[in-house]
């Protein structure tokens, strides 16, 4: 066995470790192994497709202060690959004004964090984009600066951005056993062993068994969700300058987004799959939830037509939706990330907090919503609220 000696080892290479190993090897260049189970760009995890929504609208003043951050995050590694990894397209939050999701939280929010939006009724939504069908009770709220992260082409900048700046990335090399040894973690994977004086563990689905290494048992749930793409006959409607990505702010909660990647018009439903793990997950989409996702559509946004396909893709679920962002209590050497599936409009910000975490024990932002001892995931029983 080959032993090799890095300062940081950040295990998982989806987007939240790719970004983690991005800002590590902006310090510490050649100090920097990240490994990774699978080739790197898989689609068995959480983070792959070609877009993810980003948003500075969110649910608490918290959330919307860590987006902001994000922006100049996504802003720091579009410079530094001189890649375009963020589409502005604007954003629509809207529901009926008695929802399961209130749209008061999301403009609170804003308001307090001094971001500004439009709160539009639906015949102005119908006004601004014909493609939306509404009935009078629908209100929503526009926030001009959302739109899409390109994510598999973001996690292959952060990739290539890490080892330009000197990091080590294995592929196929799956992480075995971890283990504290003087302070510091020795890491067995793919058949060679290594030592590192902080490990960033960013294992999405695989989290807990990540953890149980160190005697941590975290209440996450892992599903199977999906993405549908329609063949909207009316295409051109739908191109990013003209449709903004959107939340339907409800129960059951769905999303969308303009035409991007290829000539489809990308629709899925938040949360609603079936419970699995990465190991007895399928790639099979469930055909009971394309057809309530053609139902919604075929009601509130006729113009996208019929399903075409649809795509699998995991959520790593924590009871109250907040993310993990915290020391592994016990074993000081060792930090843990997890985006709650709602995590990747934030993985540069949060590689780069994960990174901080790891050199110093501390970081520049208010993660104490993420610590590993809060009730969410110590109480036995703790309520799950994924609608936020
Ligand atoms: C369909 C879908 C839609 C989404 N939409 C949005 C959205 O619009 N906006 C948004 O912000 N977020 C969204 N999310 C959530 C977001 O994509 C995730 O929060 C984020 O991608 C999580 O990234 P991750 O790196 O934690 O997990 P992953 O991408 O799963 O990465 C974890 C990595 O760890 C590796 N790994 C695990 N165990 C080992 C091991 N033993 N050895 C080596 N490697 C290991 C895995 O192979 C994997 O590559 C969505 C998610 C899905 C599935």
Redesign the pocket.
Known sequence: MIRRDYEYIV????????AAAYWLSRQSGADVLG????ELG?V??????H????RLSYHTPGYVELAKQAYAAWDVLEKDSKERVILQTGGLDFAPRVSAIPLDSYSDSMKAAGVAFEHLDAAEIMRRWPQFQLTDDIHGLYQERSGI?M?ARANAAHQRMAREHGASLVDR????RLRSAAGEIDVE?GAKSYRCRRLAI?????SN??LANFGVELPLEVTQ???TYFASPRRREFMPDRFPVWIWMDDPCY?GFPTYGEPTVKV?EDCGGAVVT?ESRSFEPDPDRVERLRRFTGQLLPAAGAPLRSKT????LTPDRDFVLDTVPGHDAVVV???????????PTFGRLLAELAVSGECDADVSGFQLDRPALTEAGHPQSWLV
């Open positions: 295990m998982g290479l989806g987007g939240l470790g790719s490994l990774e189970q699978f898989h068995r995890g959480e983070s792959q497709d877009s993810r929504i980003i992260a994510a090399a799956p992480v075995e994977a960013a294992a999405g689905p695989w068994q990540a969700e999906q993405v999303y899925a990465g893709c995991l959520y790593t990330g997890l985006g709650a599936a709602h995590g990747f409009k934030f993985t």
